[in-house]
Structure formats: C-alpha cells, structure tokens
C-alpha cells in the first residue's frame, strides 16, 4: 500500500526495493554465489542456470562505482556481460549441476561449434537434456560398478576352485611368498560356499571363508560343532573343506550338486 499510494516512478519503486531487501552491491553479497546448489526435486537445468545468471547481474557495478584494485578506477559506463562471460556463465553453471557434465557436452556439443557458433547459440538444446544426460551418465557408471562387481565375483570363484583343485599344494606354495603376499592372496580368495548354497549377497559371501564363526548362514548347532572340532585361529584343511561342505549342506537341506549351473 505504501507502494502504491507514494510510488512516483519505477526509478522510485526500485530503489524502495533495494533499501527494503538490502539489495546492494557490496563484496560480500557476490560470495553468496558460492551458497548456490543444484537440488533437482526443486530446480530444471534452466531455472538454476537463470537463478545463477541473476545472481552475478545483481553483483554488476554500476555507474560511478571505483575499483580500488584497479587504480580507484571510477566506471563511467554501467558495467555489462560481454558474450565470452555469458557462455562462461552457462558453463559454470553446468559444472555446479554436476561436474561430469561439462565433458559430456563437449564431446557432443563440440562439433557443432564451428563458424562462430558460440556456446550460448546451444543453451536451450543443451539446458534441455541436461536431464537425459546424467540419466545416461548414472547408467554408465552403474553398469561400470556392476561390471567390476562381477569381475570380483568370478575371481573369487575361481581362486576357491582352483585352491580346492592344487589341495594341499597351496601350503607349500604360500611359503614361498612373502607374508604379505599371503595376506592379499587370502583376502583376495575369500569365498563360503555354505552363504553360497544358501543364497546369501554377494559382500556376504565374499567377506569370509567357509567355516568362519562369523559366518550367518551357520546354525548354532553348526558352530558348536566347529569349535569343538577347530580352534577358533586354525585354518580348514583343503581335504576335509569339500566335506565339511557337504554336511553342511545336507544338514540345511541343500543338494551341492544342484547349483553346478549357477555362478
């Protein structure tokens, strides 16, 4: 109502603005840049990137304005974007969206940069499958993470097959490695099959070794048999290990033989 009924100009209306909502161009307010962040349940690729660009015009000196580190240079001219800091803007804001973006835009934007088209000349393309974009980049990585998990997952699947193939031979050969060599190697073939049969995750079946006290798919029937039968530091011998399996698997109910097919 104030507004309304003393407003003489729209110089006047905004200059109540600024007074009210301490709009002003001071140091401090252009570090508040920093606060920003990309939150997409809130924000599109475009409204950040405008919100971005506003913030920087509210910090653009005006007339008169001295620049101290310039020699108390007085600015004659109202200061002004120029082309080469508007696609400088559009790129930053892609970097605060998620830093993995601007190399993807490079690598398909690039080409179509050419005979003076500027980055800005592709800003409602590119704002636009932002989106789509980082879709594919998390499905990328996933597949990548997925693809490692496997790997690891064979590996220790064949480092327990063939430990169980050379039998006693493994001792003889351990001995021979320096002890931390022992130490990766052992860490690296860890493998139960009981959390095997029992279709147990992944991490669970390779976090341990078959008989551990540790190990979840063992009834408590199970680890009295083992601590009576093993102290709790010494190791399965390979030539009992596939029997122990076995019993193990008759006692849950399980066939060893059915998952010969499964990974």
Request: net charge negative.
């Amino acid at each position: 109502m104030m507004i309304i009924k003393q407003a003489t100009s729209l110089k006047w209306i905004w200059e109540e603005l600024t007074l009210i909502y301490q709009h002003q161009h001071k140091g401090k307010e252009f570090l508040s840049i920093a606060d920003l962040e990309y939150n997409p349940s809130e924000n599109t690729p475009l409204s950040f990137y405008n919100s971005y660009r506003a913030k920087l015009l509210e910090n653009m000196k005006p007339v008169g304005t001295i620049v101290k580190w310039k020699n108390n240079t007085i600015l004659k001219t109202a200061e002004t974007i120029s082309p080469t800091f508007e696609d400088h803007i559009l790129l930053t804001s892609l970097l605060i969206i998620d830093k993995r973006l601007p190399a993807k835009i490079k690598e398909i934007y690039g080409p179509r940069m050419e005979e003076g088209v500027f980055l800005m000349d592709l800003k409602m393309d590119i704002l636009s499958n932002v989106t789509k974009i980082l879709e594919d980049l998390d499905g990328d990585t996933n597949n990548i993470n997925a693809a490692k998990v496997d790997e690891n997952f064979q590996a220790a699947y064949m480092g327990q097959a063939n430990r169980r193939a050379r039998g006693r031979g493994r001792y003889s050969n351990n001995r021979q490695q320096p002890r931390y060599q022992q130490q990766q190697q052992q860490q690296r073939n860890k493998f139960c099959w009981l959390c095997h049969l029992t279709r147990q995750e992944r991490n669970v079946i390779l976090s341990h070794e078959i008989g551990d006290l540790n190990c979840p798919s063992l009834s408590q029937r199970d680890l009295e048999g083992i601590k009576t039968k093993y102290s709790v530091n010494s190791a399965v011998p390979v030539d009992e290990e596939e029997d122990l399996v076995e019993k193990m698997a008759q006692l849950h109910g399980y066939d060893n033989e059915d998952t010969s097919g499964e990974e």
